[in-house]
């Protein structure tokens, strides 16, 4: 291994040796890299993870550490590396550097430098230097990147119909008290009362989405009867439709079988999709349709909304994308709803599909197999 090339091997064969093998096996199994370097920034140890964080398969005693550790701060500036070591006085710790490798990649860095005092030679001659410690921190970065945008996303998306919701509730207060005008309360309370339910259906989005990512979502099996399953959806949703100027219609299949599946994330997978096709809709219908294809079945949700761009159409099943089309910034969303969909489609190994054309309207099928024994598929 490396680290044995690099420590001198020692004269005294016994105690010597045995602290020279326990240092080397214990350097050498730390997943995290280590180099050391002397008083003039020569490397005078490494290990094997180090070659692996720097992308090389080889160092040699007395390189310059400025050679082959070259990081780069957040805005991809040069940071010098032999400065930063002759400034360590103390150990210290950063975060924020990044290195950049041949093939325009790049990782997030943790480097730890710590002086080390090793006392001094026959000439009196202070003989240390400096230990750096290196990981790669690229996944554990995006995760805080991602967390930190949950975080914003989410408390934005909360403020705006809360919002709303008191803005409301204290004018229904306001109208009781000065003219007592109850339609006029009433039209208030319902305005606040679909803010309410707007957040209560974004809650439910994030604790399913919490689920789905810790793995937590197990699948119940249990047969469907899709037709009627599709009616009662279709009524449910009527007077938000209405609300809007929509109707909602049905297509369904005469020969519609028994569908063995999990009800559950059938439900929530069409609740997402029809509240979709409602919300991006300004005028004309959502219609439900479903159709046996062998054993499986085939449920669509057609809209004649606003229709999805073509380069967001890549994009709209990604967590917390939104549209910039005006038209949908206008609604209320998260950008998880999709997310979250296309999470649950997997899990009863479920095929989303969809086409969408601006300002015509879109279609998003989902074929569900028919799940014959207690199985889940890979989420
Ligand atoms: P949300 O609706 O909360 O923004 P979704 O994940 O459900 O999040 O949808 C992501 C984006 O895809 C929406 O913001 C919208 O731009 C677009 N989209 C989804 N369904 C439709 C649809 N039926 N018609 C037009 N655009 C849609």
Do not use: C, W
């Not at 919300?279 to 809209?303: C, F, L, R, W």
């Not at 761009?309 to 209320?332: G, L, P, Y």
């Amino acid at each position: 291994m490396n680290v044995q090339k690099l420590i001198p091997t020692p004269k005294n064969k016994n105690i010597e040796s045995i602290a020279y093998n326990r240092l080397t096996s214990l350097v050498n199994s730390m997943a995290d890299g280590v180099i050391a370097v002397d008083k003039n920034i020569k490397i005078v140890l490494f290990n094997g993870a180090a070659l692996n964080i720097l992308d090389r398969n080889n160092l040699k005693n007395g390189d310059s550490l400025k050679d082959v550790l070259k990081p780069v701060d957040q805005n991809y500036h040069t940071v010098d590396i032999v400065k930063l070591v002759h400034n360590a006085t103390a150990p210290t710790s950063s975060r924020d550097l990044r290195l950049s490798y041949a093939d325009g990649s790049v990782s997030d860095l943790y480097l730890s430098i710590a002086p080390v005092h090793l006392g001094y030679n026959d000439a009196g001659k202070d003989t240390g230097g400096y230990v750096l410690l290196l990981r790669d921190i690229t996944a554990e970065k995006s995760l805080e990147e991602e967390r930190d945008e949950f975080i914003s996303v989410v408390s934005h998306e909360l403020r705006t119909p809360i919002t709303i919701a008191e803005g409301n509730i204290s004018n229904a207060q306001l109208i009781f008290d000065k003219s007592g005008d109850m339609e006029k309360i009433k039209s208030s309370l319902k305005a606040a009362h679909e803010q309410v339910l707007f957040l209560a259906s974004m809650i439910n989005d994030l604790a399913t989405l919490s689920r789905a990512e810790r793995g937590k979502l197990t699948v119940e099996i249990e047969p469907i009867n899709v037709h009627d399953l599709v009616l009662e959806l279709a009524t449910n949703y009527q007077p938000e439709a209405s609300d809007h100027g929509l109707q909602i219609k049905t297509e369904l299949d005469p020969n519609l079988q028994i569908l063995n599946s999990s009800k559950l994330y059938i439900r929530e997978i069409l609740q997402n999709l029809i509240t979709n096709a409602i919300k991006y809709t300004p005028k004309g219908q959502v219609t439900i349709s479903a159709s046996q294809k062998h054993m499986n079945v085939e449920i669509s949700v057609n809209d004649t909304g606003i229709g999805i761009t073509k380069s967001d159409q890549e994009r709209i099943f990604d967590k917390f994308f939104r549209s910039d089309d005006v038209r949908a910034r206008a609604i209320n969303g998260t950008g998880l709803g999709l997310y979250v969909t296309m999470k649950l489609a997997k899990l009863i190994g479920a095929e989303i599909s969809f086409k969408s054309e601006l300002n015509k309207g879109s279609t998003f099928n989902v074929l569900f197999p028919n799940m014959t024994q207690i199985e889940s598929f890979n989420q």
